[in-house]
């Protein structure tokens, strides 16, 4: 990733995969997605975070 080299904005997410009583029959992303905590309690997925430098610009 690039320096900063001024004001940057990141936000994240969570992208669940499935319910946690389900998690045994998941065969998809098996190896990718983990077990998480977020403000809003426990998931099993992924997080996605975005960063953006400009109002307009996404990396």
Same mark, same amino acid.
């Given at each position: +990733?690039?320096?900063?080299? @001024?004001?940057?904005?990141v936000? *994240?997410?969570?992208?669940? $995969?499935? /319910?946690? %009583?389900?998690? *045994? +029959?998941? /065969? $998809?992303?098996?190896?990718? $997605? !983990?077990? *998480? /905590?977020?403000?809003? @309690?426990?998931? %099993? @997925?992924?997080?996605?975070?975005?960063?953006? /430098?400009?109002?307009? !610009?996404?990396?």
């Amino acid at each position: +990733m690039d320096q900063c080299d @001024g004001l940057s904005f990141v936000d *994240s997410s969570s992208i669940e $995969v499935c /319910k946690r %009583y389900r998690i *045994s +029959m998941n /065969k $998809v992303f098996a190896g990718i $997605v !983990a077990s *998480s /905590k977020t403000t809003k @309690g426990w998931f %099993y @997925g992924l997080k996605l975070h975005l960063i953006t /430098k400009e109002p307009s !610009a996404i990396s």
